[in-house]
């Protein structure tokens, strides 16, 4: 039985949940190129691959209470890749706004980093996610030991610079941030139950 859900997790599995996380970025790829994305496609492409990291960022961090309610590790075999694809999205993110938006302006992104809030956020957020997603690899994982432990435990504050870095972005329409920082508390909420072991539903 755990031969044929091994292989099934290593045939099919993975390499299915790897074309799903990748689709948004193909899609949204597809739709710049063709002229689909609206009257200012750069900015709808730059802010969706950001929204994308961020679902990625919770989703990643959804796995170990998923695998504590269903009592199943298999989750747990997905996060690395999950990690990733929000490292993935928020480069794409931030290369597109270097790119696309600022064309490599150097000086002007300088100053934006400096003045603005939302990106000076936004920029610590993804210097702290180098460091994850280079030791993110089974070398790293040993040859840290228990400071990898404590060195991934980053991706809690991460999320938090993410929500609000799109707090300090929008102008009037709070919706999609209150909603991902509500998200990110119940998230919270069931790490600090499991740290202080109290059981579910009690
Ligand atoms: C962990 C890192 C980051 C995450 C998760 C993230 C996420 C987001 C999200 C969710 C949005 C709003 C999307 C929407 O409106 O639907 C956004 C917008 C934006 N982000 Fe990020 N971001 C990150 C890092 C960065 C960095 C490093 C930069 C650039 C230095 C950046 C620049 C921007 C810009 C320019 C916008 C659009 C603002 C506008 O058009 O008004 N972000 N980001």
Same mark, same amino acid.
């Given at each position: 039985? &755990? ?9 099919? *599995?993975? !390499? %299915? ?6 689709? !948004? @970025? ?11 994305? #609206?009257?200012? !496609? ?7 691959? *950001?929204?994308?990291? %961020? ?6 961090? &959804?796995?170990? $209470?998923? +695998?504590?309610?269903? +009592?199943?590790?298999? !989750? ?6 999950? *990690?990733?694809?929000? @490292? @993935?999205?928020? @480069?794409?993110?931030? &290369?597109?706004?270097?790119? %696309? ?15 603005? $809030? ?5 920029? &610590? ?16 994982? =040993?040859?840290? *030991?228990?400071?990898?432990?404590? %060195?991934? +435990? ?9 929500? /609000? ?5 929008? =102008?009037?329409?709070?919706?999609? $941030?209150? /909603?991902?920082?509500?998200?990110? #508390? ?7 139950? +499991?740290?202080?072991?109290? $059981?579910?539903?009690?």
């Amino acid at each position: 039985m &755990s031969i044929n859900f091994n292989y099934w997790q290593a045939r099919i *599995g993975k !390499p %299915l949940i790897f074309a799903l996380c990748l689709l !948004p @970025f193909l899609l949204l790829s597809f739709r710049l190129l063709n002229n689909q994305l #609206g009257a200012n !496609p750069i900015e709808v492409f730059t802010r969706s691959n *950001g929204e994308w990291g %961020l679902r990625f960022l919770l989703i990643t961090l &959804s796995i170990t $209470p998923l +695998k504590n309610i269903l +009592k199943q590790s298999w !989750p747990m075999q997905y996060r690395r890749m999950l *990690g990733l694809f929000a @490292f @993935f999205y928020v @480069f794409i993110h931030l &290369s597109s706004y270097l790119v %696309l938006d600022q064309f490599f302006d150097w000086q002007e992104i300088w100053a934006d980093i400096i003045k603005r $809030p939302y990106i000076t956020i936004g920029m &610590s957020a993804f210097v702290l996610l180098i460091p994850l997603a280079v030791t993110s690899n089974r070398y790293m994982m =040993k040859r840290l *030991g228990r400071n990898w432990l404590r %060195l991934h +435990k980053l991706v809690y504050l991460i999320a938090i610079l993410a929500v /609000v870095h799109f707090f300090l972005l929008v =102008k009037a329409d709070f919706y999609w $941030p209150t /909603v991902y920082a509500v998200l990110l #508390g119940l998230l919270f909420t069931f790490r600090l139950r +499991k740290y202080c072991s109290l $059981p579910l539903g009690k």
